[in-house]
């Protein structure tokens, strides 16, 4: 919007001047980081409710393969893919109900798999109450574009691969100072995102596909800034005060492959 003050005849006559930039954040001074959620960032599938032209969450213009970030409303070309800081990597193991075609979160979320689980196979255990855990692993980026934004990005089943080489790509980054080499924060590095198709017999799907972009360079002040962005959500995140809403998940044997 280029005009943000408004002047408005009021019931006496007289001028009254509205100006949306003075008003910034006026309403929402309480509204702490544990009231919000952080934007989950998720590869489209042709099973995804966004490509689903018949279903509530449909998005117009998406297709598989397109990453998209409904609390951004972006939709990113999986060709082109999407650069990010990653602020901070957890691994976690979600525990699942089978829950056929009903959509639910997770029941509860593990910080390693428990000694009475039964592994099916690479990433998935099943529990003594009929559950299954499946590794999970959690990125918490900052999204640069026009406006760099927080999310958070989750890998499972396949994108256990791409996750594993975005972690060799932040532990092999080295930068040197007067003292030699050293392997800097993770965030102190942009990585790009695309994204890559895989078939497997009658299942077709994508998964990520990560490449190193460049290194930070805070000699410049939009990189600084960057840098310090994504600093303060990693000290939020190894904190505790930043939660992804969990995408509701639909067991689905097409779908666990993804």
Not at 78 to 93: N, S
Not at 120 to 137: D, F, I, M, P, V
Not at 143 to 172: H, Y
């Amino acid at each position: 919007m280029a005009n943000t003050a408004i002047e408005k005849k009021n019931s006496a006559g007289a001028l009254a001047t509205i100006s949306l930039r003075n008003d910034s954040g006026k309403g929402s001074e309480e509204i702490k980081s544990d009231d919000v959620s952080t934007p989950i960032l998720k590869i489209l599938h042709q099973l995804s409710p966004e490509c689903n032209q018949s279903n509530a969450k449909y998005v117009e213009g998406s297709k598989p393969g397109m990453i998209y970030a409904k609390g951004l409303g972006t939709l990113i070309d999986g060709d082109k893919g999407v650069d990010i800081l990653v602020a901070h990597v957890q691994t976690r193991y979600p525990e699942w109900q089978e829950m056929g075609d009903t959509a639910a979160p997770p029941v509860a979320t593990h910080m390693s798999v428990p000694s009475d689980a039964v592994e099916e196979r690479n990433g998935k255990w099943r529990l003594s109450n009929g559950n299954y855990l499946e590794k999970t692993a959690y990125f918490y980026v900052v999204v640069l574009g026009d406006e760099p934004r927080p999310a958070v990005i989750t890998m499972r089943s396949s994108n256990l691969t791409p996750a594993r080489e975005i972690n060799q790509m932040i532990k092999n980054l080295r930068f040197q100072d007067e003292k030699g080499k050293y392997n800097p924060a993770a965030y102190a590095a942009v990585y790009t995102l695309k994204t890559a198709g895989k078939v497997a017999g009658s299942k077709s799907w994508h998964v990520y596909k990560p490449s190193m972009n460049r290194a930070l360079d805070i000699s410049v002040e939009a990189d600084t800034q960057l840098y310090l962005m994504a600093q303060e959500l990693q000290k939020t995140v190894s904190k505790g005060q930043a939660k992804p809403k969990y995408e509701e998940k639909i067991a689905k044997p097409t779908e666990e492959i993804i």
